[in-house]
Structure formats: C-alpha cells, structure tokens
C-alpha cells in the first residue's frame, strides 16, 4: 500500500527501474508481467509526484522532454485488436518536471516538446499496471539515436538527482529485442543465444552497473541488440544506479517467441 507524503517532510526515494515491456498487448493482459509492474507500484515507498519515463519507441535524433499539460495516448503500432487501438491513458503532463529534467542534466540540452509527442506504448502499456487510475502526473524523455551508449548512461547518471524529490523514472525496453528472429510458434522461450546475452548482462548489472554500456561488446550483441533502440533505455537505470553506489536486481526473467526478453531491472 502506497502513502501521500505529508506536505513538512521529504519525499521518499523513488526506485530505479528498468521494463522489459513486450507486446503492447500486455496493456490488457492479466499476466505474470503485469502483475509484476502492479506489484512494484504497490512497493513503492509512496506515491511519487510524477514520471519520467524514457520509453524505447520515442527514438528520435534529438534528446526532447515532453511538457505539455494532456499529452495524447499515442498508438504507435499495427496488427492489434481494436480494442487496444482504442486504449487511452488519460494521466495529466508533468511540465514543470520537463524544466527540472533540462536543469539537472545541463550541459546537455534538451528540448521541450509541446505538441509532436505524448505517452506511446512503451510507456502507457506499463503505467496501466503500476498506477492504473492514470493519477501520477507524466513527462516522457526521447532516446537519441544519435548518440552512443556511453551519452545514455551518462545522462541516467544526472538523471538520479529526480529520484530523490519524488520522481520516479522509469525505463521501457527490452534486453534482447530482435523481431526479425521472432518465431511465435515456441510460445515463451528463449533461444540460447538470447539466454547468454541476458544472462551476461544480469551478472553486470548485479555487480557493476558502470560498465553497462560495455554489454554491446558482448559476442551475442549483435543477435541481441540489433538496433539500439530497445536497449538503450536500460543504460538510464543503469546510470541511475551506478550514481548511487548501487546494484540492479532483476523481479522478472522471461523470453517471449525465441528472440524477447521481458526481464526487468531495479535499484531501490
């Protein structure tokens, strides 16, 4: 059960937390991952004051914040029934956490978007689960695709100052995320290589979370982590950690159709 800070104390830390999201279907599914991001929202220490999330589908060649007031619900996908297609989550912006995320990480500038995006699937397909009254106010941060991964987990290293004024910031993503190797047909397991890949990057993860970005150096990256895309938002939480002398725990470990990992990450 979650608590409301009185108004004369300091807001508890706010967890470090990394998603393996999946299919954007789990946004209506009862399943043992969802029921995990329930859980963890249950865990908190108390109800933070907003989100930051930083989801692997806002992939853009810039470093943006979003700071409107009612962000869409954007469904940035295909194929699905209507009934997700017609999904929203209705949890207001967070503009004045875009300022604070544009201070805390100075001398990296980062642009406030006011109109181009919203809250996509990586991010509202999790937030369901967690705060399922869409309650929690929400500012979602880009991934720059054109930095390298040592620009995203520095950036989760000044990005874990917000943790402890109330925010919680929350990464979405996968760890092994190649869909060209997808082959549903094996239901929820994982082909030996994804497994070595992940299991390599929990040992780091578990002991030296600022070494993160030295995990493309490993010989399943390239099966693995294909495009960066789905990775990078891992190197957030990793920063987040290793700013704080901490260590990542995984509270889910799965694979989905040979080439999908659904573990999740956190540091609290």
Do not use: C
Request: without cysteine; negative net charge.
């Amino acid at each position: 059960m979650t608590t409301t800070p009185r108004a004369d104390t300091a807001p508890a830390r706010q967890p470090a937390v990394f998603v393996g999201h999946g299919a954007p279907t789990n946004a209506l599914e009862d399943n043992r991952w969802t029921r995990e991001w329930a859980a963890l929202g249950a865990s908190l220490p108390e109800r933070p004051r907003a989100v930051l999330a930083v989801s692997a589908h806002w992939y853009i060649n810039a470093t943006a914040v979003t700071a409107m007031h009612r962000p869409r619900t954007i469904h940035d996908f295909y194929g699905f029934p209507r009934e997700l297609a017609e999904f929203e989550y209705p949890a207001l912006g967070a503009p004045e956490l875009a300022a604070e995320v544009a201070e805390v990480v100075k001398p990296t500038w980062v642009g406030a978007d006011l109109d181009s995006w919203g809250f996509d699937h990586g991010t509202w397909s999790v937030l369901t689960h967690i705060f399922p009254d869409a309650d929690v106010p929400v500012a979602q941060l880009s991934v720059d695709a054109s930095k390298p991964a040592e620009y995203h987990h520095e950036l989760g290293t000044k990005l874990a100052a917000l943790r402890d004024s109330g925010v919680l910031v929350l990464a979405s993503g996968n760890v092994v995320h190649n869909l060209r190797m997808v082959n549903p047909a094996v239901g929820e397991t994982g082909a030996d290589w994804a497994h070595r890949f992940d299991d390599h990057a929990e040992g780091l993860l578990a002991t030296r979370p600022e070494d993160a970005p030295a995990l493309l150096e490993h010989p399943d990256a390239a099966r693995a982590v294909p495009t960066a895309d789905h990775f990078l938002p891992l190197l957030y939480t990793a920063g987040m950690a290793a700013a704080s002398g901490e260590r990542l725990e995984s509270f889910t470990k799965d694979y989905v159709w040979d080439s999908l990992s659904m573990t999740s990450y956190r540091a609290a």
